[in-house]
């Protein structure tokens, strides 16, 4: 049975390698971004073959409007999704008690918290209803206590809240439905920079290994390399 699979974020970085990787594995993949010019290019760009399929649906996963309209319109083209990837995300700097603090807190739980917890609203229920369904958070070790809350103040914020609707999102799912969160590592991506340690298609492997579990796998947990994380 074909899968289809949703990537939020995914006109380039993490979410586009995301999509060629799931293609490749012959599931059916929805590549989302909020610039439908960008998106269009990243879908022509990764030139999948038959019988895989790419659509762009266009989705800011920042506005609650954008979020419903992509659910309405796959559920018009009678697209129902198997896997969610909550990949969007920013990387806002500023620190708490300087006035750009709040621009940052806000944009930062507005895309990489509020975004995937929306996201989940819409798709997840018909997951659940069919029995079946991957969730995966693409989280940070930013958003880990037991590493240390390190990086920008907003980011940690975020990245934390993701974690938690991880665990409380899993505990409220039935059927084979899982909800995990990655930390990728550090990516070469715009957010990640040129120095960073991996190239982002070096970064999927864990990303890719959650959105296909096998009905044994884990539901609520926080892996990087497919090794648990410390919350
Ligand atoms: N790179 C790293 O080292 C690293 C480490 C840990 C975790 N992560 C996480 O990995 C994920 C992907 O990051 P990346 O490294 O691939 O960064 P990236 O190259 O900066 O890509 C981020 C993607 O998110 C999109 N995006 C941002 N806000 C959005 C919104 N409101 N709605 C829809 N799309 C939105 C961007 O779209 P635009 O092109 O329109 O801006 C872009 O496609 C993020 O959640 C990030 O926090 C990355």
């Known amino acids: 049975m074909m899968r289809t699979a949703l990537v939020t974020g995914a006109n380039r970085g993490i979410g586009l390698e995301t999509c060629r990787a799931l293609a490749k594995q012959g599931i059916s993949v929805v590549l989302t971004a909020r610039d439908r010019r960008l998106g269009e290019q990243a879908v022509a760009e990764l030139a999948i073959e038959e019988p895989a399929v790419v659509r762009f649906e266009l989705l800011d996963v920042s ?10 319109r796959l559920e018009d083209a009678g697209i129902e999704i198997d896997v969610l990837v909550n990949n969007a995300g920013v990387y806002p700097e500023g620190k708490l008690l300087e006035p750009e603090g709040a621009v940052a807190m806000e944009d930062a739980l507005l895309a990489n918290f509020w975004g995937a917890f929306r996201c989940c609203q819409e798709f997840v229920p018909g997951m659940v209803e069919r029995g079946y369904g991957r969730v995966v958070n693409v989280s940070s070790g930013y958003g880990s206590f037991g590493e240390g809350l390190e990086g920008p103040a907003a980011y940690c914020v975020s990245k934390a809240a993701l974690n938690a609707l991880t665990v409380k999102l899993a505990r409220e799912v039935k059927g084979d439905v899982k909800v995990n969160s990655v930390c990728p590592g550090w990516v070469r991506t715009r957010m990640g920079g040129p120095g960073a340690d991996l190239a982002p298609e070096d970064a999927i492997d864990t ?25």
């Open 63 to 72: 506005d609650e409007a954008s979020v419903l309209d992509c659910a309405h």
């Open 207 to 231: 990303i890719v290994w959650l959105a296909t579990l096998q009905h044994d796998g884990p539901n609520g947990g926080f892996f990087r390399d497919r090794q648990p994380v410390p919350w």
